[in-house]
C-alpha cells in the first residue's frame, strides 16, 4: 500500500465491542485475563502495551518501512531508551551538530558511561579516523538542525557494517514522507513525533522503528518497559488521528519552503540559505539520490550580523518568534540563543519552520521583516 493509505488505516480499526469506527481512548490501566489466565485482548498492563499505543507503533512501523516500532513520551526519551541499551564502555560516533537535546544528554547523563565523539560525520576519512574496537554505534541526523547538512546514509551504512556498527538515523526533519533511512541501510530510525507527526504543537512524543527484530531490539524494549517512558494512551489517539494527514500535510509544508528559500536566495539582505531543495546546497546531489521530498525546515544568514537577525526576527506578524518545528504554523527562531553556550550555530542565523499558510501570505510577511 502507499503511504497516503498507510497513513490512514495502520493505526486504526473497527472497535470490536461498540462498533465505533474510530478506535476508542482505552485508559484501563489493566486487563482481563481468561479463566485459563491467557489475555485474549493481547494486553496485560498499560505499561507494557496499550490498545491505542499498539496502533500507534503498527503505523509508525508501516511508514517507515520497518519491522517493528516503539512510541516514547518524548523525542529525548526514545534516545535515551538507544543509549541506555548499549553496554557501558560503548562507544558513539555522533553529528557535531547533533541536535543539542540529545547532545546534551550524552554529555550529562552518559559521561563515563558510554565514550563518544562528536564530529562532522560528512567527512568520512574524519569518521575513519574516530573508530574504536568499541565503536557500537553512529549516530546520524539528515538533514541536520539547524544547518541542514546532508549525510550520505548509504555511504556510512557501508562503512559501518563491514565492522558490525550499528547505524541509527534521526529522521525527525525529514518524516517517512521526505526520507527512509531504513531503506537506504540504517539499522534504527528515531524521531521526535512532537513535531511532524504530531503536526499541530500540542503534544510531546517519541518513536523508534527497527529494521529487525533482533537482540539488540529487545533490549531497547526491555529499557522501555522496565524504565516506563511511555506515552499516555491520549497523545497516541492523538498521534494516530494527525498521521492520518501527514502525507498531505508534508506535500503542502515542501511546496512553500521550496518557494520560501527560492525567494530568500534572491534577497539582498539575505547572506545564504541552507535549504537542501536548493541547487547551491553543498550536498544537494545527495539530497536527490537519498531524500523522497527535501524536507520543510531551511535556515538563513543575514549580511547584517547578529543585530540584524534580532531586528528580522521582532519584524514577523505571521511567523511567531518560538522554538520547535512540524506544526501547520510558521515559526522562527534564532537559534543560537536557544542552543546556549556551547553553540557552533551561527549569530546571524535564523531557522524557519515552514507551515501550511498560503505561501503568498508568508513571503509578504517576510519581505515586511526583511525590510
Ligand atoms: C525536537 C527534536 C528532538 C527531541 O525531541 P523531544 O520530543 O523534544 O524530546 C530530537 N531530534 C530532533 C531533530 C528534534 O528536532
Known amino acids: ?20 469506527v474510530i478506535q476508542p481512548i482505552v485508559l484501563s490501566t489493566t486487563f482481563e ?19 491505542n499505543r499498539a496502533l500507534l507503533e503498527n503505523v509508525l512501523a508501516k511508514l517507515e518501512g520497518g519491522a517493528d516500532a516503539a512510541a516514547f513520551s518524548s523525542g529525548n526519551a526514545a534516545g535515551m531508551s538507544v543509549f541506555q541499551s548499549l553496554a557501558p564502555g560503548t562507544h558513539i560516533i555522533a553529528p557535531d551538530d547533533m541536535y543539542h537535546g540529545l547532545r546534551n544528554q ?7 558511561i558510554l565514550k563518544f565523539d562528536f564530529i562532522d560525520v560528512n567527512n568520512i576519512d574524519e569518521v575513519n579516523k574516530h573508530l574504536m574496537p568499541s565503536t557500537g554505534l553512529i549516530w546520524l541526523e539528515t538533514p541536520s538542525n539547524p544547518l541542514l547538512k546532508v549525510t550520505d546514509i548509504k555511504n556510512v551504512v557501508a562503512l559501518a557494517h563491514k565492522r558490525s556498527i550499528r547505524v541509527a ?5 525529514a518524516t517517512p514522507m521526505c526520507q527512509q533511512p531504513l531503506a537506504l541501510g540504517a539499522d534504527l530510525v528515531m524521531h521526535s513525533s ?11 512524543g517519541g518513536a523508534l522503528i ?8 529487545e533490549k531497547i524494549r526491555d529499557v522501555q518497559g522496565y524504565g516506563g517512558a ?7 489517539y492523538m498521534l494516530v488521528r494527525s498521521i492520518k494527514t501527514l502525507p498531505y500535510r508534508m506535500r503542502g509544508h515542501v511546496h512553500n519552503a521550496q518557494l520560501l528559500a527560492q525567494y530568500l536566495e534572491k534577497h539582498p539582505k539575505v547572506e545564504a540559505v541552507m535549504y537542501p531543495g536548493l541547487t547551491s546546497h553543498p550536498q544537494h546531489n545527495i539530497a536527490k539520490q537519498q531524500m523522497i521530498k527535501f524536507g520543510a525546515m531551511l535556515s538563513f544568514t543575514l549580511k547584517g550580523g547578529e543585530d540584524e537577525a534580532r531586528r528580522v526576527i521582532n519584524g514577523f506578524k505571521l511567523f511567531t518568534r518560538a522554538t520547535s518545528l512540524g506544526g501547520v504554523e510558521s515559526l522562527v527562531e534564532h537559534r543560537a540563543t536557544v542552543e546556549g553556550p556551547d553553540t557552533n550555530t551561527p549569530f546571524n542565523l535564523l531557522r524557519v519552520s515552514v507551515g501550511l499558510e498560503h505561501i503568498d501570505d508568508l513571503i509578504a510577511d517576510l519581505e515586511e521583516a526583511l525590510g
Do not use: Q
Not at 485475563?33 to 490498545?51: L, Q, V, W
Not at 527497527?210 to 539488540?216: F, H, I, L, S, V
Not at 511511555?230 to 497516541?236: A, E, R, V
Open 1 to 20: 500500500m502507499k503511504p497516503e493509505t498507510i497513513a490512514i488505516h495502520a493505526g486504526n480499526h473497527v472497535d470490536n465491542t461498540s462498533k465505533a
Open 33 to 51: 485475563r481468561a479463566e485459563d489466565g491467557s489475555f485474549p485482548g493481547g494486553h496485560i498492563y498499560s505499561r507494557s502495551s496499550n490498545p
Open 106 to 112: 550524552l554529555k550529562k547523563l552518559f559521561n563515563g
Open 169 to 173: 538515523v534521526d529522521n525527525t526533519f
Open 194 to 204: 512532537t513535531k511532524y507527526f504530531g503536526g499541530h504543537s500540542d503534544l510531546m
Open 210 to 217: 527497527t529494521a529487525k527484530k533482533d537482540e539488540w531490539w
Open 230 to 236: 511511555i506515552p499516555s494512551p491520549m497523545d497516541c
